[in-house]
């Protein structure tokens, strides 16, 4: 079992360093979709990371003038696993007595996004979830090494929040499930299908959901086959409407022109959420 993890993850460096090289390239040369390409303009992201871990994403005609974490208290939770302690010897570890838990925090945060027509305000909250193996006091007395003595074996992220655009102050309800961030790729099981990020936004009388851009690489009967996230479609009744693509550190952004400019305000800040709190 660990020579078959150790391949996968050797295989699967290999691949990503393949697949950012070539993100920039391909992304231009592939339509994903003719109408939407053909009433949009395709902005590339800077992405402009803070100090504080949030980032100030620039795309188009939208500045991010505002990204900060509310001085509001963490709101956290632990729970004992139903793992429950864990005791394990071996001749290079010694005595190790871990205990298992699970962790919830929820951390607020505010952003506030600027574009020529309007300026919107963003005021959201991350709820993280993570199962930890912690080492017990004795555990660390009998080990031979503090080595290995703490993992984290999952990591989940949703993100949920309002949107206040324009001067009537219409608001948006919007909710980003398994978002798939840096901690929560680290930590994901390689055995497993990888997350994929999905949510919506509600404005108005109007629902918009996203969809999944899924890439995929080698034969599905294979035993290198791979498949991940590329990247989020908006959609309303009649179809895609905005398309935000990611790979490595490198962000692409859709939205159609043709939209009221309060929906074209409230995707734009759904995609600063995705990118401003990709590292947090």
């Known amino acids: 079992m660990k020579n078959k993890i150790l391949i996968f993850c050797c295989f699967t460096t290999v691949f990503l360093f393949w697949s950012i090289a070539s993100f920039s390239q391909k992304h231009k040369e592939k339509s994903l979709d003719s109408t939407l390409d053909a009433n949009s303009e395709q902005w590339k992201v800077k992405e402009h990371k803070g100090i504080a871990g949030i980032a100030k994403p620039e795309f188009g005609n939208y500045t991010t003038l505002v990204a900060e974490k509310l001085d509001s208290p963490v709101m956290k939770k632990k729970s004992k696993d139903s793992l429950g302690t864990e005791v394990s010897i071996s001749d290079d570890d010694g005595f190790d007595l871990s205990k298992y838990q699970t962790v919830e925090k929820k951390k607020f945060y505010r952003m506030v996004l600027n574009s020529e027509q309007d ?90 959901f996203t969809e999944p851009l899924l890439e995929t690489f ?33 962000f692409y952004i859709r939205i159609r022109r043709d939209l009221d400019a309060t929906r074209q305000d409230a995707i734009a800040a759904f995609f600063a959420v995705i990118i401003g709190a990709k590292d947090l």
Do not use: C
């Open 119 to 208: 300026t919107a305000e963003i005021q959201f909250y991350i709820h993280s979830v993570s199962a930890e193996r912690k080492q017990t006091v004795l555990g660390k007395m009998l080990s031979k090494n503090n080595e290995g003595t703490g993992a984290t074996l999952n990591y989940q992220k949703n993100i949920e929040g309002i949107i206040i655009t324009g001067i009537e102050s219409i608001r948006a309800h919007f909710f980003i499930e398994d978002y798939v961030s840096s901690r929560q790729i680290e930590h994901s099981n390689p055995e497993q299908n990888n997350p994929t990020t999905r949510g919506y936004v509600l404005i108005k009388d109007d629902s918009l």
């Open 218 to 250: 080698g034969n599905p009967k294979s035993n290198f086959f791979m498949q991940w996230q590329g990247g989020i479609f908006i959609n309303d009744v009649n179809g895609h409407i905005a398309l935000l693509q990611f790979g490595g550190d490198k």
